[in-house]
């Protein structure tokens, strides 16, 4: 018996406003009731002794931890730019905007 029908099918691509000819909603189910059959063995064995991961393998965080440090001021900032206008950096007009 097939876990999903083809009115079940059609259905879902309606609501996913998908335009399915019908002799893709027969494939369809069938493609559907392999991927449920499949899930279904999974749930079979992931019993609840055996606890959710979210990797196969433990990870540990191998960055720096985030230490404050002294910035550029606005003068430093600006002090290596290209252009600067009315205390900020000038850059080239892009989409045809109006100045």
Known sequence: MSAITRDEVA???????????????????AQLDVIISAVAKVQEVAKGDVPPTSHA????NVYRPDEVRPGLDHDQALAEAPAVEDGRFRVPQILGEEE
Request: proline share 9%; no cysteine; charged share 25%.
């Open 11 to 29: 259905h879902l691509a309606r609501l996913a406003r998908l335009a399915l000819p019908e002799d893709e909603l027969d494939q369809l189910a």
């Open 57 to 60: 393998l433990p990870l540990t």
